[in-house]
């Protein structure tokens, strides 16, 4: 195993710097590159900095293609709170990608379905080059939450309850949190070209030290990323706080 490259910054802006570095480096040997996007709070200092490059010019992302990395079962996509209404809003509209080429697991019908064919769609556009990933509190990526078996390609979470209170800031009413979501597994996400797992606060320092640190194991989600031959992990300080040696910052 190729042990993740870890680089360590100062704060969340600087994070959303370097990796917007990564992405440019992907889309500029790549335009029409597929990327693997995720919602949440930490994507947001990335999504910003990437749409102030394409305003001014720096970077180009209207021939990229999105997939997303896990969606709600119960909003709807015109949901505000939906990812695909969340990646909308905050990366693809702003940078010109048009919206059939944002793909999301789709969270009606039958799951089983919507899963084959989201895995299917993800081969079919060739895999991913760069996927990004957060990582939650218990150390869950995507929706895989501790105890998810690491072959599984997109199947249907049921969220764990310290997610559903983490993700309740998102929504007026807690009550609101989906229990359910259909989210790309452990195995989808290794098929990747590059992983870029990004964390930013000491809220988490101890999910990535699990994840780097503790045992590859389905305890830890995010510790399958040690069996990918490509896998950067972007710290900040605070998030980085429980490795040892604490790593230097850049
Ligand atoms: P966050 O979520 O970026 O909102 O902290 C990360 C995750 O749960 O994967």
Known sequence: MVPPRVEVFDGP???GARVADLVAATVEARPDAVLGLPTGGTPGPVYAE????????EIDLR???VFLLDEYVGLGRSHPRSYRATIARELTDAVGVPDDAVRGPVTDGDLDTACRA??????????VDLQLLGIGRNGHIAFNEPGTPFELTTHTAVLSEPTRRDNARFFTDPAEVPTLAVTQGPALILEARRLVLVAT???KADAVAAALEGPVSPECPASVIRRH???VVVLDRAAAGRLRPAPTPR
């Open 118 to 127: 989201y895995d299917d769609a993800v081969r079919a556009a060739g895999g």
């Open 63 to 65: 021939r990229v293609r």
């Open 50 to 57: 990437l749409v102030r490059r394409s305003a001014a010019g």
């Open 229 to 231: 031959p490509d896998a």
């Open 13 to 15: 802006g600087d994070v």
């Open 201 to 203: 606060g000491a809220a």
